[in-house]
């Protein structure tokens, strides 16, 4: 079946501009994650969003960092005002509840570059 | 907070050697323990998990790790490396539990290189 989603997967921006990342997850899975993956800082834990409940933002860097999931099911990271730390693959992954023992289902990113 | 160790950056083998990757984790509670790999140009996969059981679980692909709750760690093992298998491998923790969720803690990731 198919897996995760995001687009686009390639983006390039001016520092300073507003940018938005999507990411459809697998059909029917409830709990769905943003990671961004970055030089000399790895893969670092974002937000997590399971169904009706309010998110974990624990993870956002910034209060230029934010997300919704409409519907339960797409889910948009948006970055306002760029910087070019925020230079990264932003990772998206779902599973089927949320719960720690169920193993994630990440797609193939959204490579971000700020000029 | 939780942290994942991973010790090595990168490791060079030749095919046929035998590998071994480290990984050790600080959280002194219950555990669940993922090895992920991202091949070249291709999204995260799964190789193996443990919850509990037999600490010594078995993936994909010959892949195997040990859960060895007194040193914290989870070792990657495979008896015989292929150039297929030259790619990037990260440890990952999340706290086990009825209550908790899956939040993943990522180690920095170690590139293998097998040479044919």
């Known amino acids: 079946g198919a897996g995760v989603s995001q687009s686009p997967s390639n983006k390039v921006t001016e520092k300073g501009k507003d940018v938005e990342l999507r990411c459809d997850p697998i059909s029917g899975h409830t709990a769905l994650y943003w990671y961004r993956q970055s030089l000399g800082q790895g893969l670092e834990f974002l937000i997590y969003?399971?169904?009706?409940?309010?998110?974990?933002k624990s993870g956002l860097p910034s209060d230029r960092f934010s997300a919704e999931r409409t519907g339960g099911s797409v889910s948009t990271l948006t970055i306002q005002r760029t910087q070019q730390e925020d230079s990264a693959v932003y990772l998206c992954a779902s599973s089927p509840q949320g719960s720690s023992n169920q193993p994630q289902h990440f797609g193939d990113g959204t490579r971000l570059s700020i000029l | 907070a939780q942290s994942v160790s991973q010790h090595n950056h990168h490791v060079i083998l030749s095919e046929a050697a035998s590998l071994e990757l480290g990984c050790n984790y600080s959280y002194g509670g219950t555990v669940n323990l993922f090895w992920y790999v991202q091949y070249p140009g291709q999204h995260l996969q799964l190789l193996l998990k443990y919850f509990s059981g037999d600490p010594l679980v078995k993936g994909i692909k010959g892949f195997e790790a040990e859960f060895i709750k007194s040193k914290f760690s989870f070792n990657l093992r495979k008896p015989s490396v292929q150039w297929s298998d030259t790619a990037e491998y990260f440890c990952?923790?999340?706290?086990?539990?009825?209550?908790?969720?899956?939040?993943?803690?990522f180690g920095q990731g170690t590139i293998l290189t097998v040479h044919p």
């Open positions: 969003f399971q169904g009706n409940s309010a998110p974990d």
């Open positions: 990952a923790v999340n706290e086990g539990g009825g209550t908790s969720y899956g939040k993943l803690t």
